[in-house]
Structure formats: structure tokens, C-alpha cells
């Protein structure tokens, strides 16, 4: 991806962890009586592809609850520490975006998926932190950057993509990465600056801003309403921005956010992609 979000309400405790605008739509934020359904946590037994089945049977539950259509919430498979062979398990599986969070994995895995890359059938997100000196690795390989979060930064990317001749249609992708939660521990720009920064961005050559990215608050130490208000707060940061009206801002639609725990959360909030690992994979082999 301005409506103000009414303060979130507290879905049942059972509840473990676009062809349109978002931003048109209401959220459970603002209507109560819809909350996301109550689900499994844990990755289901069998092969990728089963697994697969279930996220998306998740998903699709949790955006139905919501008065959402399955179709504006993309699946993102996070293939952190997942072998080549894993990655075109779940590409022959049907997943067509995925994410890493590691240059150096993104690097090792690139050969694998080039094909896929090469006729256009799949999109590869950097979900990682990206330093300045790994930007020409990322740039050889990604299709989007989701954890944009300063100027810097971004005027690094962005004349490094010129230089490339990576404008107009093949601008690279840009998300900028909010830090709904203030934790020292997570990066992102400040709730309260990541719409000046997002205006910013939009206005740079060979960056085509896209949307807005935040790692939620840890349900196992955060109550299901603090998590919600922190998804409702990026959907708030969105929606300004789209209503702003400055230049590059109208294609701001998506909201990244949401993961294994608490996805049915995030859809209910207006997320547009959730990034999922280990209820795809099953739980993470030793980096």
C-alpha cells in the first residue's frame, strides 16, 4: 500500500498465533464483530506442498473472516536457512515470491531460481537487513527490498540503480520498514518519521515505491490486541501516504506483515503479503 484505525479490539483468546486498494476497505479494527478464526499454530504434518495447503487454507479462512477476498493477500515463503532443493520444492508447489533475509543465502540460492527470474514467474524479496557494501549482490538477484529504512540508504540503492539503467519499468521495487513495536532489537524507521521518509523515497529515480513492511510484536510476550494495534498503526501510515498524494506515493498500496504466528491477525488488519517460513518448511535447521 487517511482512515484513522479505531483502537483494535481484542479477538477471542483462542486465537493463537489486490485487485482493489486496500486502503478502500474496512478493517476488523473498525468493525468488531469480524475476527480472525481460530487456527493451528504448528506447521502441519507431510511435504511442502501439504503445508503449503494448509497456510493457504489459513490465509483464505482469516480474509473471508475479515470480508476480504483470498486474492488481495499474497503468500511470501521466507526460505531462511532452506536449502536450494527446499526452495524448488515449494516453487514446483506453486509459490511464486519468496523472501530471504541473508545476502549471503540469496547469493548461494540465485543460481537455482534464475530460471524462474528469467521468464518472469517468480518475484524474490530482500526481507533482511541490507548493508550499503552488499547492495550490487542484492540488486543481481532481488526483485523488491522490503526493509528500506533510511535515505541513506535509499539514495545508495537509488543511483546504483541508474547507474544500471534500472528505471521507469524496471525500477527496483521498494518497501519502506516501519518499527511499529519501538524495540531496539528490530530495525525500521520510527512510526512518527516513516512517512516523510516514504515520500522521499517515492521521489528518487530507479526506486518505485511500493508499500510498507513491520515485524509485529511476539505474540508469546504481547497480548493479540497490542499486536493488532501495531499492524493497524502501519495500515494508518499507509493510508496517509496514499492520501498524501505526493509523487510516486499512489503505488504505496502494500502492507507486509504477518508471519507463521500470527498471519489471521494481519489479514484482519488490511495486510496485503505475509511472510511465512516455518509453517511452510517446518521448523529451521541450525543456520
Known amino acids: 500500500m487517511p482512515d484513522q484505525p479505531q483502537p483494535a479490539t481484542q479477538p477471542p483468546a483462542a486465537q493463537p498465533s ?31 506442498a501439504d503445508r503449503l495447503a494448509t497456510v493457504r487454507g489459513r490465509i483464505a479462512a482469516a480474509a473471508d473472516a475479515a470480508g476480504r477476498r483470498p486474492d488481495e493477500v499474497r503468500l511470501l515463503v521466507a526460505t531462511k536457512t532452506q536449502t536450494a532443493d527446499a526452495v524448488l520444492e515449494a516453487l514446483a508447489a506453486g509459490v511464486d515470491l519468496i523472501g530471504e533475509n541473508r545476502v549471503q543465502e540469496l547469493v548461494a540460492k540465485a543460481p537455482a531460481v534464475a530460471g524462474r527470474l528469467a521468464d518472469g514467474t517468480l ?70 518519521d516513516a512517512g516523510v521518509l516514504a515520500t522521499a523515497v517515492a521521489a528518487l529515480p530507479g526506486l518505485r515505491l511500493t508499500g510498507f513492511m513491520t515485524i509485529g510484536a511476539r505474540l508469546e510476550g504481547a497480548s493479540e490486541q497490542t499486536v493488532r494495534a501495531g499492524f493497524a498503526r502501519l495500515r494508518a501510515i499507509r493510508d496517509e501516504v496514499l492520501a498524501s498524494g505526493a509523487p510516486g506515493t499512489g503505488s504505496a498500496t502494500e502492507l507486509s506483515m504477518g508471519m507463521t504466528g500470527d498471519l489471521e491477525l494481519a489479514i484482519v488488519e488490511g495486510a496485503t503479503i505475509v511472510r511465512v517460513g516455518t509453517a511452510v518448511f517446518g521448523p529451521r535447521p541450525a543456520p
Open 123 to 192: 518475484q524474490v524479496h530482500m526481507i533482511g537487513h541490507l548493508q550499503r557494501n552488499k547492495i550490487n549482490q542484492v540488486l543481481a538477484t532481488a526483485t523488491g527490498l522490503e526493509t528500506l529504512d533510511s535515505l541513506d540508504l535509499a539514495r545508495a540503492i537509488s543511483d546504483r540503480c541508474v547507474r544500471d539503467g534500472r528505471t521507469g519499468d524496471t525500477a527496483l521495487d521498494v518497501m519502506v520498514q516501519v518499527n511499529v513495536t519501538g524495540e531496539d532489537s528490530k530495525s525500521g524507521v520510527g512510526p512518527d
Open 18 to 48: 489486490a485487485a482493489e486498494t486496500p486502503a478502500a476497505k474496512p478493517s476488523a479494527a473498525e468493525n468488531p464483530a469480524t475476527q480472525p478464526p481460530a487456527t493451528p499454530r504448528e506447521p502441519a504434518p507431510g511435504t511442502v
